[in-house]
């Protein structure tokens, strides 16, 4: 597509319970960035891929976040054991190698609701 | 770390009026971004400036750059309500990195 697509768009969660959130970017953007966004504040980093490696993992808030991406395209964002804390609006973006300058392009987000 | 501080955080005005919303920082930054986001969606980019001292307009919108690299403000003429959002303001640094502020909240009311 030409977008950045995240699936699903709406999670609901028993506390406890693991989740998987799914980024597709835009083909052709070597570098990845998961976001977060709590109600009423501004984007939290959590993680940058560029490639398939992950140069920046100084985001992520504790050892049940992690992310992969292979074959430089599709992204997973897990979380394990979900709090109510985690409930937040999950961003994606993409941008190539010089997006400081282009730009970045985000998905919609996948609001997790951890109930 | 690089932080920005926008401000105000909230704005309500009416439509028609102009309005000016500010993006500050301690640190220096190799480009500026201006993103709107509306509800259930991403952040938008509108624009990148460069340039200490730069100025750009789309239609109604002017940002402009600190001439230090530190600094912006978006300026809105004639407000209308296709105009609310949440505006983030993003500084680049390092390699291919943006830091974001927490956002302007502008409501324009009809």
């Known amino acids: 597509g030409a977008g950045v697509s995240q699936s699903p768009s709406n999670k609901v969660t028993e506390k406890g319970k693991d989740v998987e959130l799914r980024c597709d970017p835009i083909?052709?953007?070597?570098?990845l960035y998961w976001y977060r966004q709590r109600l009423g504040q501004g984007l939290e980093f959590l993680i940058y891929?560029?490639?398939?490696?992950?140069?920046?993992k100084s985001g992520l808030p504790s050892d049940r976040f992690s992310a992969e991406r292979t074959g430089e395209s599709v992204s997973t964002l897990t979380i394990q054991r979900t709090q109510q804390e985690d409930s937040a609006v999950y961003l994606c973006?993409?941008?190539?190698?010089?997006?400081?300058?282009?730009?970045?392009?985000f998905g919609s987000g996948t609001r997790l609701t951890v109930v | 770390t690089q932080l920005l501080e926008q401000s105000p955080q909230f704005l309500s005005i009416q439509e028609g009026e102009n309005l000016t919303v500010y993006c500050n920082s301690s640190s220096v930054f190799s480009s500026l971004q201006w993103y709107r986001q509306e509800p259930g969606e991403g952040p938008v980019l509108l624009v990148t400036v460069v340039t200490g001292g730069e100025v750009k307009k789309l239609k109604r919108l002017t940002f402009q750059f600190g001439d230090a690299r530190k600094d912006s403000s978006l300026h809105i003429t004639a407000a209308q309500t296709g105009d609310t959002g949440l505006y983030l303001c993003?500084?680049?640094?390092?390699?291919?990195?943006?830091?974001f502020g927490k956002g302007n909240q502008v409501v324009v009311i009809p």
């Open positions: 083909s052709g953007h070597t570098a």
């Open positions: 891929f560029q490639g398939n490696s992950a140069p920046d």
């Open positions: 973006a993409s941008s190539l190698r010089q997006g400081a300058v282009n730009g970045y392009t």
């Open positions: 993003a500084g680049g640094y390092g390699n291919n990195r943006l830091a």
